[in-house]
């Protein structure tokens, strides 16, 4: 993935529901956002899981997909990258100025879907 991609995914808007913010503490939702942000740059995936149950890392649905061993947190969290094709789409949609990135980061646990 060129550069300017990779900067704009680390440079993406970071959404958490309320339930990763009183149930996941800060240092680990940053911990596995930095791990999927990996993963991204690919230009391929676009979607982890961090699974406390997996035990290896493996890729589903054409390396769209990663799951990731992750023993410390109580359930699955998901965490999926959306490109909104150009920063004013993202700020539009959610009413932010000043971002500098197309992409929208969103990390949650399966049920708040």
Do not use: C, H
């Amino acid at each position: 993935m060129e550069e300017d991609l990779k900067k704009q995914i680390r440079q993406a808007l970071f959404l958490r529901t309320s339930g990763i913010m009183s149930e996941i503490p800060p240092d680990e939702q940053f911990a596995m956002l930095g791990l999927a942000r990996q993963e991204f740059y690919n230009g391929v995936t676009d979607f982890a899981v961090f699974d406390p149950e997996a035990t290896e890392k493996r890729y589903e649905d054409e390396k769209r997909t990663v799951i990731i061993p992750y023993k410390t947190i109580p359930r699955k969290v998901w965490v999926k990258l959306d490109d909104y094709g150009s920063v004013e789409a993202v700020e539009e949609a959610s009413g932010l100025k000043g971002l500098s990135s197309r992409f929208v980061i969103t990390m949650m646990f399966p049920e708040e879907y």
